[in-house]
Nanobody
Framework: VQLQASGGGLVQAGGSLRLSCAAS????????MGWFRQAPGKERGFVAA????????YYADAVKGRFTISRDNAKKMVYLQMNSLKPEDTAVYYC???????????????????WGQGTLVTVSS
């Protein structure tokens, strides 16, 4: 699976952005898709994930209720709708994928073997 993330940009606190991740590869529809983020000087951290059926989603506590992950298997796309953005959401956002991710590691970077190039989100105060 090859991944291409887009949609980042500069937004004021309280605003919204929608990130997109385009995937290629025959296994996309059966893949777990995740979003991670990395702020300067910090480790890459989990944001959200969605199983291939779309009915199971996972969120980091810091974004729960503000961010929504979704996917369109027909278009091989995964989205991250980000609302009520805060300056602490500023980071490079990466989409990730793997064909089978155990629940025990779905919130960890090591659970995914395929990564996109990242898109920068900057939230100004």
């Amino acid at each position: 699976v090859q991944l291409q993330a887009s949609g980042g940009g500069l937004v004021q606190a309280g605003g919204s952005l929608r990130l997109s991740c385009a995937a290629s590869g025959r296994t996309f529809s059966s893949s777990v898709m995740g979003w991670f983020r990395q702020a300067p000087g910090k480790e890459r951290g989990f944001v959200a994930a969605i199983r291939w059926t779309g009915d199971m989603t996972y969120y980091a506590d810091a974004v729960k209720g503000r961010f929504t992950i979704s996917r369109d298997n027909a278009k091989k796309m995964v989205y991250l709708q980000m609302n009520s953005l805060k300056p602490e959401d500023t980071a490079v956002y990466y989409c990730a994928a793997d064909s089978a991710v155990h629940s025990a590691v779905i919130r960890t970077a090591r659970g995914y073997n395929y990564w996109g190039q990242g898109t920068l989100v900057t939230v100004s105060s």
